[in-house]
């Protein structure tokens, strides 16, 4: 799986934007899917995911304020975010996740993860 983040930028506080993220791959239907973000000195934190039912989860600092979604026919993830604020700045990074038993030949009775990571796009909201 293969991600391509794009649509960061510089946005004054209270504004909007769109992340964008382009998924390339086999059976992407049954991936979840999540947008993290990470600032200098911090660790990578999850903002929004979305699973392959369409089920979504938002992290309590963006609750009301940003939305991920998903269309399958395009293999492509968004994450709409709007009232944004100063401490929103962060990379954005784009993940793809599915649960698995098989990998590599060998059997994972529990399952095992796999991860997958697109390269960051910046997100910068100032005045």
């Known amino acids: 799986v293969q991600l391509q983040a794009s649509g960061g930028g510089l946005v004054q506080p209270g504004g909007s934007l769109r992340l964008s993220c382009a998924a390339s791959g086999s059976n992407l239907d049954y991936y979840a899917f999540a947008w993290f973000r990470q600032t200098p000195g911090k660790e990578r934190e999850r903002v929004s995911c979305?699973?392959?039912?369409?089920?979504?989860n938002d992290a309590d600092s963006v609750k009301g304020r940003f939305t991920i979604s998903r269309d399958n026919t395009k293999n492509m993830v968004y994450l709409q975010m709007d009232s944004l604020k100063p401490e929103d700045t962060a990379v954005y990074y784009c993940?793809?996740?599915?649960?698995?038993?098989?990998?590599?030949?060998?059997?994972?009775?529990?399952?095992?993860?796999?991860?997958?990571w697109g390269q960051g796009t910046l997100v910068t909201v100032s005045s």
């Open positions: 979305i699973s392959s039912s369409m089920r979504t």
């Open positions: 993940n793809a996740r599915r649960l698995i038993s098989y990998h590599n030949g060998k059997y994972y009775p529990h399952g095992i993860y796999l991860d997958y």
